[in-house]
């Protein structure tokens, strides 16, 4: 094989991807403060720097030069891998999102994706699974009855919420036949999927706020504020990195809300010029972040049992009834 | 029927994410401080001031009522006696010594109400913030003289509009009702 094209570029892209990523986040925190404010009248923050640019760097200087506290009956090793654990699978979902065509650099034709997986989608819901443990590892460690109980509720929503999602996945596959991300972005070049399923599309999208952890879904991240959660006993730096994986997260969600139905990269003049695909696909993610950030703004939490009762007995009935729909409607159009 | 339910639970939440959106275009009311400056009613409670009349007497004689009223406890006065010499008020009293304890003050107005000569008064100055814990006990000499404070002082009777908006408008209006409507004063 190829030594650089096998090695050398996909290492590259993945640097690229997660330097781009970290700084994504810091600046969703920007435009999310800023974001909210104008949804309550107010400007955001708008003093570090011109319009509040600054203000990621301000906070980091800030979270870097806080007091380290580990609990002393804490599992030391899982306590600081446990964070890390979040933000790596929150990260290693891009590494199947194609985010343009291809480019041509010093004479190869480089794709802008790091790998086209053919089970891209399963690959996705392997990894969304992956993401629960950083949460439980990390109540686990923290050796706090709160932290554990938090983490528990947290991520037996998180677990509750993969089956509507993997289902309504299962109804946008079965229109494209083929689990690769690339392929599936290739299909929408007619037609974008959330048109033909906008059931399985509503019904994602709501499975990514719970993942994520936002709201409605964000009781386990307020409990921080009212009484403990998984978060609890993490200080310093170690606690921005756990908001870090949750921002990721959403970051990589809107990505692949965009990716599986708003049409990935396609769009106007796509053909004219190689750059142009990538920025339809950051336009894109950046409303779907927009979406993510309006929804905060404006709905009341869920409870915790109002939660689990929606998902079990709404959304999955309501994902398989979609999934029957979609499949006989294929068949009889076969 | 869960379906009928779960499509009147959607519309609701997209009104309200209608109106949170409607805000969204909304100018901030925020209004800039150190930049813009603040409007603040005539009779705002701010920092003291004592008060001199055209020829220059202080209008304080010492009686301590403002000190007997206090709610907190903050002020101390000492009187001292005029002589034909050294006058500084009209009369026999003066205040010799004269301080209030602005980390204890909160600002009520009782002091004002209480003085018979209208001597002390509480002006516009808000900005008090300090380095020092003892510097926040003003003696008579800084609460003599009169601050500059970073406002705009609306006359008697005016309804305050923020600098940055000068009016609240309404958004648009449907029926002839106003759907935009802000708590603070718009007509």
């Keep these: 094989m190829d030594f650089i094209a096998s090695i050398v570029i996909p290492f590259i892209k993945s640097v690229i991807i997660v330097v781009g990523l970290l700084v994504g986040f810091a600046y969703t925190t920007w435009f999310e403060r800023k974001v909210c ?268 049992d109002k939660l689990m009762k929606f998902c079990w007995k709404f959304l999955a009935p309501l994902a398989l009834v979609n999934l029957a729909v979609t499949a006989v409607v294929v068949a009889m159009l076969a | 029927m869960v379906i009928t339910e779960a499509v009147k639970g959607l519309h609701q939440l997209l009104k309200a994410m209608g109106v949170t959106l409607r805000y969204f275009f909304v100018k901030p009311i925020t209004v800039q401080y150190p930049e813009e400056r603040v409007r603040l009613y005539p009779r705002f409670r701010g920092r003291h001031e004592l008060q001199r009349r055209e020829d220059g007497l202080e209008l304080c004689v010492g009686c301590g009522l403002c000190a007997a009223y206090c709610p907190a406890g903050c002020i101390y006065v000492e009187a001292g006696e005029n002589t034909e010499e050294e006058r500084y008020s009209e009369g026999e009293r003066y205040a010799k010594v004269y301080e209030i304890n602005l980390s204890r003050c909160i600002f009520c107005g009782y002091c004002e109400e209480a003085c018979p000569t209208g001597a002390i008064k509480l002006r516009h100055e808000f900005a008090l913030a300090d380095y020092q814990r003892d510097d926040l006990v003003y003696t008579k000499e800084r609460l003599l003289t009169p601050a500059t404070p970073h406002v705009i002082v609306l006359e008697e009777g005016v309804i305050a509009r923020n600098e940055v908006t000068k009016q609240s408008p309404p958004l648009f209006t449907i029926k002839g009702r106003r759907l935009l409507r802000f708590a603070r004063n718009d007509k």
């Design chain 1, 37 to 304: 404010a104008r949804f309550q009248i107010r400007y955001g923050p708008n003093r570090a720097g011109p319009f509040g640019l600054l203000q990621p760097v301000a906070d980091a200087v800030k979270a870097i030069f806080k007091e380290e506290i580990i609990p002393s009956t804490a599992d030391k090793v899982l306590y600081v891998i446990a964070p890390g654990l979040s933000i790596a699978t929150a990260l290693l979902a891009f590494a199947v999102v194609p985010v343009g065509r291809s480019i041509h650099l010093l004479g190869r034709e480089i794709p802008l994706y790091i790998a086209d997986v053919n089970v891209g989608v399963l690959y996705l819901m392997a990894v969304a699974g992956l993401a629960t443990y950083g949460v439980v590892l990390g109540g686990w460690s923290s050796n706090n009855k709160y932290s554990l109980m938090g983490a528990l509720r947290t991520a037996a929503q998180m677990i509750s919420y993969e089956l509507p999602m993997g289902l309504a996945l299962i109804s946008v596959l079965l229109l494209v036949g083929n689990l690769s991300l690339v392929r599936i972005v290739e299909y929408q070049s007619a037609l974008p999927l959330i048109v033909l399923q906008p059931v399985a599309f509503i019904i994602y999208l709501i499975c990514c706020f719970a993942e994520a952890g936002r709201t409605p879904f964000d009781l386990p991240e307020t409990e921080n504020e009212l009484v403990a959660g998984y978060a609890t006993e993490y200080g310093g730096i170690k606690f921005p990195l756990f908001f870090m994986a949750e921002y990721i997260h959403m970051i990589t969600a809107s990505a692949i809300v965009t990716t599986l139905f708003l049409g990935g990269w396609q769009g106007p003049f796509a053909d004219l010029h190689p750059l142009i695909p990538p920025f339809w696909f950051f336009a894109k993610t950046v409303f779907m972040i927009f979406v993510f950030v309006w929804v905060r703004s404006s709905l009341p939490r869920v409870r915790y």
